[in-house]
């Protein structure tokens, strides 16, 4: 990475930031109490045209789990269309990649009848112009595509010869019909650490104008890989690096929703950190678990779609995830003198135990 980008000191939280964490914080107690459903995930698929080696869940091309039948989601949002405006819940829809779905385009159809938008995560390989059409006649409005460096670091991280070209081709299809809204997501690893500026560089030279970036969870495929993991100095570089991206004013660079940061927030993000997981945001597994994200380990599932009705769930449900006190009963959380504005990280982040299973202070701190 550029020595523009090279560590400095970790910046502290003055008297205005802690003013501001103040009114973000009861902007987020009263999200808790009203956890008004505004985004959806599904897992429609574990099924995967790639081999990526960070894969959180070990999804491949042959897999012996199916793909959920989409009537059984449909009944799902059937069952909450009652009970919310669609308007203001905008369904995901994930995999594995969900492209390999033939009936993709049917199911964006019926969301778009119900009156949903609706949008994807894809690694774009599959995303020809003309497959990119045939969605946005069914109602496609938003899609991340995943970039994970240049062509070298990308290939080797999704583990496929040819899927960097395939991406960048997507990008330039998306940036062909701006009625449909994108962004860019990479995860950072030790590969493409280094090359960061080189990327966002081509990010702007195609015109992306959202950027996002991610650290990679030691999970899945990922769990035993220390080569896809970047150490706390690096950690501190990159939200230099974000900072220094977004003062630039090029791109609008941010960083992931995966944990407080200190006095980096208000720096790296349009707002500060908070956790939407089983607030705002919910997902729909691929075995029909009822979850926040789908990130986050079975330990806290809520429940199922093929025994559970998702809206009393939602309603019920989700304690653990709109209370965070529970997170302070273990080390780092019980003496961290930011608990306040951190309430124990991000969901996906708890182990089995309720223990943590990754600090984003501590490895800034280190």
Known sequence: MSDDTKQGKVPGIGARKRLALELWRAQTGLERKRHELRQLFWESTHRCNVNCLHCG??????????????????????S???????????IIISGGEPLVRADLEE?????????????????????????????????????????????????????SPGTFVRAVD??????????VAFDIVTCVNSRNFSTLPQLRDLLIELGVEHWRLFTIFPAGRAKDN????????QYRRLMDFIASTRREGRIRASYCCEGFLGGYEGEVRDG?????????????LIDGSIS?????????????????????????????????????AQEPCSSCRLWRYCEG????LRNEDGSLARCNLRDLDS
């Open 80 to 90: 909450i269309r009652p009970h919310i405006d669609p308007h203001n819940c905008l």
């Open 107 to 159: 199911v964006g159809r019926e969301l778009y009848r119900r009156e949903f938008p609706w949008g994807m995560v894809t690694n774009g390989r599959a995303l020809t112009p003309e497959r990119f059409e045939r969605l946005r006649r069914a109602g496609l409005r938003s899609l991340t595509i995943s970039l994970d460096g240049l062509e070298p670091e990308h290939d080797w991280l999704r583990n």
């Open 272 to 284: 500060f950190y908070r956790c939407h997981a089983g607030v705002s945001v919910a997902s729909v």
């Open 226 to 233: 220390p080569e896809l993991r970047i150490a706390p100095e």
């Open 57 to 78: 869940s070990d999804c491949e091309a042959h897999t012996g789990r199916p793909d959920m039948p989409a009537e059984d989601f449909l009944r799902v949002v059937d």
């Open 345 to 348: 990280n991000g969901m996906h």
């Open 292 to 328: 926040g994200c789908g990130s986050i380990r079975s330990q806290y599932y809520e429940g199922n779609i093929y025994r559970d009705d998702f809206m009393e769930v939602w309603e019920k449900g989700f304690r653990r995830y709109r209370d965070r006190a529970w997170m302070r």
């Open 170 to 179: 997507a990008i330039r299809t998306c940036l062909r019909h701006p009625d």
